[in-house]
Nanobody, 124 residues
Framework: QEQLAESGGGLVQAGGSLTLSCAQS????????MGWFRQAPGKEREFVAG????????VFADFVKGRFTISRVNANNTVSLRMNSLKPEDTAVYYC?????????????????WGQGTQVTVSS
């Protein structure tokens, strides 16, 4: 059973930066795609960024392109989301998730395992 634990959330002013990390325990980290999603109050969970199993391919939601980057270190089973130029509308609970295949995906249904989430609050 894969387990995911996010960290790094918090309160930041608009224009600031945060880095979220996700640590995975399990056997398949280095071979499967990972992703970040977010959910704001009253809204559906939405895709933020994804990275392939090898780390060679990344995909981003349009609303974070140029501001967020995703990376992974397979040696220590972690994936990170670096968030720059944060806006109040980025406020949400951010979730790390993993697929069971190497190809990055952008739909929640494509992801098999999820973390508990970490709160990101951006003040104006």
């Amino acid at each position: 059973q894969e387990q995911l634990a996010e960290s790094g959330g918090g309160l930041v002013q608009a224009g600031g930066s945060l880095t979220l990390s996700c640590a995975q325990s399990g056997r398949i980290f280095g071979t499967v795609a990972m992703g970040w999603f977010r959910q704001a109050p009253g809204k559906e969970r939405e895709f933020v960024a994804g990275i392939s199993g090898s780390g060679s391919f990344t995909v981003f939601a349009d609303f974070v392109k140029g501001r967020f980057t995703i990376s992974r270190v397979n040696a220590n089973n972690t994936v990170s989301l670096r968030m720059n130029s944060l806006k109040p509308e980025d406020t949400a609970v951010y979730y790390c998730a993993t697929r069971t295949v190497s190809k990055a995906g952008s739909q929640p249904v494509e992801y098999a395992y999820w973390g508990q989430g970490t709160q990101v609050t951006v003040s104006s």
